[in-house]
């Protein structure tokens, strides 16, 4: 796998800024970027929510949603106490991509979930660049302490996603 399409698999693509930046504006940005996506998550899951035809999958979509809107929440609020302001926006040509085919009724459930499942094939992989901040914060033990915290909830969100997948998968093979 190249570098270019690996990091597009991660979490967190890094620090975009000055060199060397200090500790806080390095936490800054990630709350930002952070912010931003899982703030987009939240959106297209709840328009696949919407539509989604399995209860199980409704669900589960339905607690993830909530805590991706609840990490948005947490993300800007603490961007702000530390003097940020929120940025980062999703690109248009990926916000429509995305939207259209998690928001579609003509997906299935099985392949939306694939996709995540295929995202989040390497979940330690994709989770590193996080985790890695996490481990050089030295003074801001509120934003580390934060992030550890929402990390616990992604590895959950990611078990299921992986998990559900398999289970719809193996009964929709099992239905043919």
């Not at 800007?76 to 009724?105: D, H, I, K």
């Not at 302490?145 to 289970?167: F, G, N, Q, S």
């Amino acid at each position: 796998m190249t570098e270019q399409r690996r990091r597009r698999l991660q979490v967190y693509n890094g620090y975009k800024g000055k060199s060397n930046p200090s500790e806080r504006e390095r936490i800054m940005h990630l709350l930002d970027e952070y912010r931003c996506t899982e703030g987009f998550v939240a959106e297209y899951l709840a328009r696949w929510l919407e539509i989604s035809n399995h209860e199980n999958v409704r669900g589960g979509l339905r607690m993830i949603q909530e805590r991706e809107a609840a990490h948005t929440r947490l993300l800007e609020s603490r961007l702000r106490e530390l003097g940020g302001l929120p940025r980062c926006t999703v690109p248009a040509e990926q916000r429509m991509q995305l939207m259209n085919f998690y928001a579609s009724a003509e997906r299935t459930d099985v392949e939306k979930l694939q996709s995540l499942a295929i995202l989040f094939q390497d979940p330690v992989d994709f989770l590193q660049p996080l985790v890695d901040l996490i481990a050089q914060i030295r003074e801001d033990q509120h934003s580390k302490e934060l992030l550890r915290t929402i990390l616990d909830d992604e590895k959950a969100t990611i078990h299921w996603l992986v998990e559900m997948y398999h289970t719809c998968s193996t009964a929709e093979g099992a239905a043919q």
